[in-house]
């Protein structure tokens, strides 16, 4: 194996820069190296450095919108913790094309605006169309948006002929075990190497081939897509380090802040954003406290202390108030365009405060709804009289886009009739229905700062969400 | 308004320890020292009383309600009245002969119950702990955590009153101060190099870990549990890749992010640093030339010299001197040799980070042969059209 760079991936690595800071400041730590070993590209450590293995052959005869979308999902592979290797009760070739599937489907959902540039514009990404998304029918039926491959997996299983195994086997034609032969011989060597003997390997490729698997069509021919390297535990987890070290050099680009693959992976990856800057933290924190009263252990005459009672002696004992409620209404219509770490930073605060409060999430677009999050997944739940109550992380799941339109008369004048707490409300302030709107006094509006007009709340407190570079 | 802590290192720190020792018990202030958990904050203050021979009382107030400083109620039944027995845990009636005084230190604070933090006042205000006098000679110094910035559980003292009685330190770590204290405490030889050659993995700010007592339990675990003293032997143990159990132990210790290079080190080292590049190896030039030296290695060697570009002409205020020129332009001579991609990169972090383009001309004219410069200078504007 040579760490050479093939000319083809200079324009790719080149557009990469353009159109995401993190992706390319990844593969800038990466070493490009040409290896017969694999039919298409894989990522892997070597080392204990990153190492992407590409066939010379095989990127000598896709186009650089291809190379750029494979580049994509590897990184995926990674920020997604996919363990390609078989996992315990698991068939490896449906979990391998599982994996594949999600972060398949995950790219075409997004495909249209997955890449954001300095000008507010955005481009796409390419899918080759012979790549194997999530089938249709699993939507339809499961209602998910965004599934693990666990659910994928666990659909197809459901669904096999008579159990996981058939079924898994059935799927095997679809890959290549790396250290076996290729069912079928392409005539045109040109297109595909395989790692057989009879190929003209370089000498110091042989003994090499590492463990794995690649798609492959009807024929036999490699996918243009990632080969699935079985990586060990540790060198799975090297990897996935690597990314949080490169997201600490990519935070320093005054780029990366507008960069979209930079905030979906973030909102991946990473917990709650931790500000430099806590004076817009603070302000918040204590326009909540002021509203709302803090629970907390207190000493009441009316409970003894039992440590000191079996000696004959009264003490006052403590009593555990219950938490107070927060309600905190979330508007995830398609104008809910915020800019990156919006929502983090917003529940960032609402985190902090977790120990104190009971936060009872709510969610609106055109109608406000209960969100419930399940299995890292936000569904809907139209029963207003049953609450969910904010975990740690739930924020990641929020998801804007829902509608187009957003009317909060649902919220005002039906759900807060019976409530009296303080209700914050994250949203745009683009309201459909602002003149209708039944006046809660105790209203905090957290304004996006995607927001260019001033906001006048019609009732309560406003505060603007700062943007990123206020914090620099 | 809370009291903004002052930022402060560890030989600052004994500094004002030890002239609050001197005139311990005749001060209106204790002093609070807040940090990241793993620091040493427990340990600064052990040392200081050592230093000035002083009884060291060391109390978790996590651990305590209001009533346990106040002391142990007893019903004196023939007087009528209700005696507090004096608690094991607060300094005594009087300081030891063999001691110079007391340092109560009352760590935890921050994890306090919030009626344990009102008792503080009467502590550090009249000298008195409940019913029970504190000796004259008895100082008094309190740690605790951040709270939200460094992940840890804390009531906030948010008391303006009781602000204004402390003396308020951040104790930040520096890997100066910890080498000189790790080197004296036989911490594993090769930590101790691995933290003189990357001093800023000592301690991450924003992840909590590493930290310097992670370091110090790594230490200890290679010597002490597994038995392995010298680099070689741990190098070569790290590399029996059947064998990872002493990986993961790190890693629980440290971090992955940390323990990955420090192994990294020890079995792959970097093959370029920094300082490579700043003073312009020409042996190292000429491997990145041919495309010898790895990616990452680059990468990290590259974004470290344009910090430290950016450092200098910022302690100088933009006013950059001949060795900055030189510098800067071995940083372009190396620029030259990357990959596409990073070329752009590293062009537009000292362009638009440093502010160092009206400076590159001046930095060519100092590369030598001049043919290089020339071709340098092309691939630049190549790269600005």
């Known amino acids: 194996m040579r760490p050479v760079l093939h000319s083809a991936w200079e324009a790719v690595l080149e557009e990469l820069w353009k159109q995401s800071r993190f992706t390319s400041y990844f593969y800038q730590s990466v070493q490009f190296t040409q290896t017969s070993t694999v039919p298409t590209l894989a990522l892997s450590m070597d080392s204990m450095r990153p190492v992407l293995l590409y066939n010379p052959d095989f990127v000598a005869t ?12 590897e990184l995926l592979h990674i920020v997604n913790g996919h363990d390609h290797r078989q996992l315990k009760d698991h068939e490896p070739y449906l979990q391998n094309l599982a994996q594949d599937m999600v972060i398949n489907s995950f790219l075409r959902n997004r495909s249209d605006r997955f890449f954001s540039s300095s000008d507010g514009s955005a481009s796409s990404l390419i899918i080759p169309e012979d790549i194997p998304g999530i089938p249709d029918a699993f939507f339809e039926e499961t209602g998910e948006k965004d599934p693990t491959w666990e659910m994928v997996y666990h659909w197809f299983g459901r669904r096999g002929p008579e159990s996981l195994r058939i079924f898994s086997d059935a799927i095997r034609d679809m890959f290549r075990d790396l250290k076996k032969p290729p069912r079928n011989k392409i005539p045109d060597k040109g297109m595909v190497h395989y790692t057989d003997e009879e190929e003209n390997q370089s000498s110091e490729d042989k003994g090499l081939i590492p463990e794995g698997l690649c798609l492959v069509d009807k024929k036999g021919e490699a996918l243009p897509t990632g080969t699935h390297l079985f990586l060990g535990t540790m060198e799975k987890r090297q990897l996935q380090a690597q990314l949080r070290k490169v997201m600490d050099l990519a935070k320093n680009d005054p780029m990366t802040p507008e960069d979209r693959v930079f905030e979906t ?3 991946m990856m990473t917990a709650i954003t931790r500000f430099q ?4 933290e603070r302000r918040l924190r204590s326009i909540l406290d002021r509203n709302t009263h803090s629970n907390e252990w207190e000493y009441t005459r009316t409970r ?31 104008s809910m365009t915020t ?21 009872n999430l709510l969610c609106v677009d055109e109608r406000v709804f209960v969100p419930r999050i399940r299995q890292n997944k936000l569904e809907k739940q139209q029963d207003l009289s049953r609450p969910y109550f904010y975990r740690k992380g739930d924020w990641k799941h929020l998801e804007t886009g829902n509608s187009g339109t957003t009317f909060f008369a649902p919220l005002f004048n039906t759900y807060m009739k019976k409530h009296r707490e303080l ?3 994250i949203t745009d302030g683009y309201i459909h229905d602002m003149g209708r709107l039944h006046p809660y006094a105790s209203t905090l509006w957290l304004i996006s700062s995607s927001r260019k007009e001033p906001f006048e709340p019609p009732f309560g407190k406003v505060m603007a969400i700062p943007a990123e570079s206020q914090h620099a | 308004m809370q009291k903004e802590p002052v930022d402060i290192h560890i030989k600052e720190l004994d500094d004002i320890l030890d002239h609050y020792l001197d005139a311990a018990g005749r001060l209106n202030y204790a002093i609070k020292i807040v940090g990241h958990p793993g620091i040493g904050k427990s340990s600064v203050v052990r040392q200081a009383a050592e230093r000035k021979n002083f009884l060291f009382i060391d109390t978790r107030l996590a651990f305590k309600e209001n009533i346990d400083l106040g002391g142990y109620p007893v019903p004196d039944h023939e007087n009528q009245r209700m005696i507090y027995f004096r608690p094991r845990f607060i300094p005594p009636e009087r300081v030891p002969e063999e001691h110079e005084g007391i340092l109560w230190f009352l760590d935890e604070a921050n994890r306090a119950h919030p009626t344990v933090i009102q008792t503080l006042f009467q502590i550090i205000t009249e000298g008195r702990c409940g019913e029970h006098l504190l000796p004259d000679r008895t100082a008094i110094v309190l740690a605790g955590n951040l709270g939200e910035e460094d992940s840890t559980t804390i009531t906030d003292f948010d008391d303006a009153a009781l602000d204004g009685r402390l003396a308020l330190f ?3 770590p520096r890997a100066i101060d910890w080498l000189r204290w790790a080197a004296a405490r036989e911490v594993h030889p090769a930590i101790l190099r691995y933290i003189s050659l990357f001093p800023e993995k000592l301690w991450d700010e924003h992840r909590i870990h590493p930290n310097p007592r992670g370091w110090h339990q790594v230490s200890q675990a290679l010597i002490t549990a597994y038995g392995i003293k010298s680099e070689k032997d741990l190098a070569n143990r790290l590399r029996e890749t059947e064998r990872n159990s002493l990986e993961k132990l790190m890693i629980s210790l440290i971090g992955d992010l940390a323990c990955f290079d420090f192994i990294r080190q020890l079995t792959h080292p970097r093959q370029i640093s920094t300082s490579d590049i700043l003073t312009g190896n020409r042996g190292k030039l000429e491997s990145a030339r041919k495309e010898e030296i790895l990616t990452e290695d680059l990468l990290w060697a590259m974004t470290g010299a344009i910090s430290h570009l950016r450092e200098q002409l910022m302690a100088q205020q933009g006013i950059p001197g ?3 020129l030189i510098q800067l332009g071995h940083l372009l001579c190396f620029i030259a040799t990357c990959r596409s991609d990073s070329r752009i990169a590293f062009c537009h972090l000292l362009i638009r980070e440093c502010g160092l383009l009206t400076l590159v001309p001046g930095a060519l004219t100092s590369i030598r042969p001049e043919g290089e410069a020339e071709k340098i200078r092309l691939s630049i504007e190549a790269l600005l059209s």
């Open chain 1, 62 to 73: 896709q186009n650089k919108d291809i190379l750029k979308t494979l580049l994509v999902h």
């Open chain 1, 265 to 267: 992976l973030s909102r």
């Open chain 1, 277 to 280: 800057n806590p004076p817009w």
């Open chain 1, 304 to 334: 003894f202390n039992r440590r000191y009672l079996p000696h004959g002696i009264y003490s006052s004992g403590r009593m555990f108030r219950e938490k107070e409620l927060l309600t905190v209404c979330v508007d995830v219509s398609s």
């Open chain 1, 339 to 359: 800019a990156p770490g919006e929502m983090a930073k917003a529940f960032g605060v609402i985190e902090g405060m977790l120990n104190r409060y009971r936060v």
């Open chain 1, 423 to 425: 209700l914050v409300v």
């Open chain 2, 170 to 172: 951040h104790l930040k």
């Open chain 2, 322 to 324: 001949k060795e900055d």
